[in-house]
């Protein structure tokens, strides 16, 4: 008995705090990536060191021709309560992306590339993925001149050593 | 929240150090709260973001935004995070005697 109550007791030791995140960043579409722009700016508000590595489409986020034009997916995306034939409706992606780029303005959320710029300047790194880089025949001068470096996987792992990684 | 004493003054701050009541705060009081957060020596520039922090809080009822603050303070966003290195918001807010930002942006 005496043993149980010594397991339920909480550790003595103070929380941890997070020290550094890793945001990885796989989607295109504008509620693929504001998430992880949130939590990289809120990371770096709080003194957390942030790193953003993006991949796969959402390397659109700091496509310098692509990301003004960042919209919502309104298909496939039963969150919106749309009828799926109504979100396939030409216009209508534009649409909804307009009005939710009015509530984000509402609360102070900038748009994609003003974003960008804020926490790049907040003293987070930016990473682009080679993979998707090569497999889009991309090259450095298709991106925002905040892009860090455009790096594999392993060198991702190392900057990301120590800290905790979060995948959107 | 605690009730401590500044400058002979008891003042009411929560358990991270925030001002419960922005009226109890006095300009003396910043550099004592500064040094408490790491900051040694409070510049004229730190001084422009606090005076902004404090004015926008006082006027709107909210603390501003890192947005804001980097659009309008007149303190540009890679310098506010070399003034006030643990968060800008949050720290100056602090100093300046008002409550914690409590805005995601």
């Not at chain 1, 010594?6 to 295109?28: D, F, H, W, Y």
């Not at chain 2, 605690?2 to 400058?7: D, I, K, P, R």
């Not at chain 2, 701050?13 to 109890?24: K, L, N, S, W």
């Amino acid at each position: 008995m005496s043993d149980t109550m010594q397991l339920n007791e909480p550790a003595a030791a103070k929380p941890q705090t997070i020290e550094k995140v890793s945001i990885i960043v796989s989607r295109g579409s504008l509620e693929g990536i504001y998430p992880a722009l949130i939590m990289a700016n809120g990371a770096r508000m709080e003194g957390i060191d942030a790193n953003l590595f993006f991949t796969f489409f959402g390397l659109d986020a700091i496509n310098r021709a692509k990301h003004e034009h960042i919209k919502v997916a309104t298909v496939g995306n039963p969150g919106l309560h749309l009828a799926t034939w109504a979100g396939g409706v030409p216009g209508v992606s534009a649409m909804v992306t307009h009005r939710l780029a009015g509530e984000m303005e509402k609360l102070d959320i900038p748009p994609i590339p003003e974003f960008i710029e804020l926490i790049a300047d907040s003293g987070a790194g930016l990473y682009a993925c080679k993979a998707s880089v090569d497999m889009f025949h991309l090259s450095r001068d298709d991106f925002v001149p905040q892009l860090q470096d455009i790096i594999t996987v392993g060198e991702f792992y190392d900057l990301a050593a120590g800290g905790q990684i979060i995948f959107t | 929240m605690t009730t401590a004493t500044m400058l002979g003054t008891p003042v009411e701050r929560d358990a991270e150090g925030f001002f419960v009541d922005p009226e109890q705060w006095t300009e003396a009081m910043a550099e004592p709260i500064a040094q408490e957060n790491g900051i040694a020596e409070l510049t004229d520039r730190h001084w422009q973001v606090i005076r902004f922090m404090r004015e926008a809080y006082l006027s709107s009822g909210s603390a501003p935004s890192i947005r804001t603050l980097g659009k309008a303070s007149g303190v540009p966003v890679k310098e506010l995070y070399a003034l006030f290195p643990k968060g800008p918001a949050k720290l100056a807010a602090k100093i300046a005697g008002i409550p914690k930002p409590r805005g995601c942006i």
